[in-house]
Structures are given as structure tokens and as C-alpha cells.
């Protein structure tokens, strides 16, 4: 099984932008589904974006699209969640999740198995 390390968090202004980086361990990373999902205080953790195991298969939830790009480097056992235009809304403790068999879509946190730690993102207005 894999484990996987979140970094790229950050407070940022409005309109601004970050990108985080979920860094595997393990050879089989490639054979994962991977996705972003985010909690916010008292919400339930919900869907950002997931990716297949090739990266050419990917989905995005809600406020996501347009605005966040997933996508990963299996050389470096790594997915990455470039986000733009980021929002107060998307104030969060962002996660990386894999999984062996979860579908990319409709990316939902209860389907994947193995989480990170979570990288929080505060965007100030």
C-alpha cells in the first residue's frame, strides 16, 4: 500500500493562485487512482478533482472546473492540484487520496482507501 505526503498549502489573496503536490511511496503508485478532496470547518470532506492512473482520465467537481487543474507525474509518484482564480470559499484542508479501484468519476471521498496527512489553504479576501 502506498503513502502519501501533501505539501503546497499556504495563505494566498483572492484571484490568487498555489499548487499542491501529493508525493507517493511505493512502486505501484501508477496502478492508483488519485484525487483531491478538501474539508472545510464543519462540512463534510467532499471532491475536487481525481485522476486516473494514467492522468488522461480526470474529473472535476462543481466550483473546481475551470479553475483547477489535476494531474500527475508517475515517474515521480506524484499527482499534483494547480489551482487559479482561488476564492475565500476555498478555504480548506485539502487531502490526497489513491486508490486501487475507486473511480475517478464521480470522485467521492468515501470511495477512496488510502488518505495523506491534508495541506491547509486559507484564501483571504
Known amino acids: ?4 505526503v501533501e505539501s503546497g498549502g499556504g495563505l494566498v489573496q483572492a484571484g490568487g493562485s498555489l499548487r499542491l503536490s ?8 501508477s ?10 470547518p464543519g462540512k463534510e470532506r467532499e ?3 481525481c485522476i486516473g492512473q494514467t492522468g488522461r482520465g ?3 467537481v462543481g466550483s473546481a472546473r475551470g479553475r483547477f487543474t489535476v494531474s500527475r507525474d508517475n515517474a515521480k509518484n506524484t499527482v499534483y492540484l494547480e489551482m ?3 476564492e475565500p470559499e476555498d478555504t480548506a ?3 490526497c487520496a489513491a486508490d486501487l479501484i475507486a473511480i475517478v468519476d ?5 470511495l477512496f482507501d488510502v488518505w495523506g496527512q491534508g495541506t491547509q489553504v486559507t484564501v483571504s479576501s
Open 22 to 29: 501529493c508525493a507517493a511511496s511505493g512502486r505501484t503508485f
Open 47 to 49: 471532491g475536487v478533482a
Open 106 to 110: 464521480p470522485c467521492k471521498p468515501r
Open 84 to 86: 487559479n482564480n482561488l
Open 31 to 40: 496502478q492508483y487512482n488519485a484525487g483531491w478532496f478538501r474539508q472545510a
Open 58 to 60: 480526470t474529473f472535476y
Open 1 to 4: 500500500q502506498v503513502q502519501l
Open 93 to 95: 484542508v485539502y487531502y
